[in-house]
């Protein structure tokens, strides 16, 4: 089973959704280019998505999802090791 949430959908028919499939261990980020470019849907790592994504409508409105999350969150509910924990991009890692 699988769920998807559309993020974006472009003005050109270009389509970005974030994806929850149980034949993958993480969500990830689906491009579905508009008909007239074709080409086949693109899967992005989530991070990968946002590093490399130069700040268009779909990565502020993945950023603006991820958000809602923590909405009337305080850091005291947030558990100590996630409130200074700092995504490192592969092959980064020290």
Do not use: K
């Not at 959908?9 to 689906?30: E, H, K, M, Q």
């Not at 991820?66 to 909405?71: D, K, Q, R």
């Not at 947030?78 to 980064?92: I, K, N």
Request: proline share 10%.
């Amino acid at each position: 089973m699988s769920g998807r949430r559309e993020l974006y959908a472009s003005p050109n028919g270009d389509r970005w959704f974030l994806v929850c499939d149980t034949t993958s261990p993480r969500p990830y980020i689906l491009h579905e280019p508009n008909e007239a470019l074709g080409g086949p849907p693109t899967e992005f790592e989530v991070g990968s998505f946002l590093v490399a994504g130069g700040g268009g409508p779909e990565h502020q409105e993945l950023l603006r999802l991820i958000g809602t999350l923590a909405e009337g969150a305080t850091s005291e509910e947030t558990p100590a090791e996630l409130r200074h924990s700092h995504w490192v991009p592969a092959g980064q890692a020290g």
